[in-house]
């Protein structure tokens, strides 16, 4: 089946630093690649997303660009902000188990200090 | 509607006693998913409908989680005799047939459930 590794967390960045969360994806045909972002006591949101080989997915100053050479889907952000502060989940949606089904990584949760 | 809706947002339950949890999704997408967050956690795959059926029940974590789906629609979570281990957060989402690839799930806020 497929599968989505995404960095161990917490993430602890001060306020404008850069910041890189790794992901990479096993999957059996051509998936599509997501970035959900859950905010505190809330459900998740979909942050940014990439259907195909070479997009850039951005938004919110977050962007990421599926490679598909090395299956990787690395969200980055040139400055973040305390309101960043949220547990970001990578995810790809492809067929698994007989229907188009969104597999998502573990989380990693970024906290941001002033 | 126009976001996926669930309630209650928040339930405190006694160890022993059912509880349900409800799920409005978008008005159209035939798909609905149900996931747990414990606290802390990654997503935990409860069970997958599309329309009134569960094509894919294979995370139930036992046999005291149940779910059903009607008229395409609203779908109700059911756990029996609640465990302390059954707090968790149960997210649920909806889709539509054909926007799963490009537009991914849409989920509701969730509900808390603490078994005390």
């Known amino acids: 089946g497929n599968s989505v590794t995404q960095m161990e967390g917490p993430v602890t960045l001060s306020e404008e630093a850069f910041l890189t969360i790794n992901c990479t994806y096993t999957a059996t045909g051509y998936p599509s690649l997501f970035w959900y972002v859950q905010y505190p006591g809330e459900g998740l949101q979909l942050l940014l997303k990439a259907t195909k080989a070479d997009d850039k997915g951005s938004n919110k100053g977050f962007e990421a660009t599926y490679r598909k050479e090395t299956t990787s889907f690395h969200l980055e952000k040139g400055s973040v902000q305390v309101s960043d502060s949220a547990v970001y989940f990578c995810?790809?949606?492809?067929?698994?188990?007989?229907?188009?089904?969104?597999?998502f990584g573990t989380g990693t949760k970024l906290q941001v200090i002033p | 509607g126009a976001g996926v809706s669930q309630s209650p947002s928040n339930k405190v339950t006694e160890k022993g006693k059912d509880v349900e949890l409800r799920c409005d999704p978008i008005?159209?997408?035939?798909?609905l998913y149900w996931y747990r967050q414990s606290l802390g956690q990654g997503l935990e795959f409860l069970i997958y409908?599309?329309?009134?059926?569960?094509?894919?029940k294979s995370g139930l974590p036992s046999d005291r989680f149940s779910a059903e789906r009607t008229g395409g629609s609203v779908s109700t979570l059911t756990i029996q005799r609640t465990q302390q281990e059954d707090s968790a957060v149960y997210l649920c989402a909806s889709s539509s047939l054909t926007g799963t690839r490009n537009h991914g799930y849409t989920f509701g806020s969730g509900t808390r459930l603490t078994v005390v």
């Open positions: 008005s159209g997408h035939t798909a």
């Open positions: 995810a790809l949606s492809d067929r698994d188990g007989g229907y188009q089904k969104v597999t």
């Open positions: 409908f599309q329309g009134n059926s569960a094509p894919d």
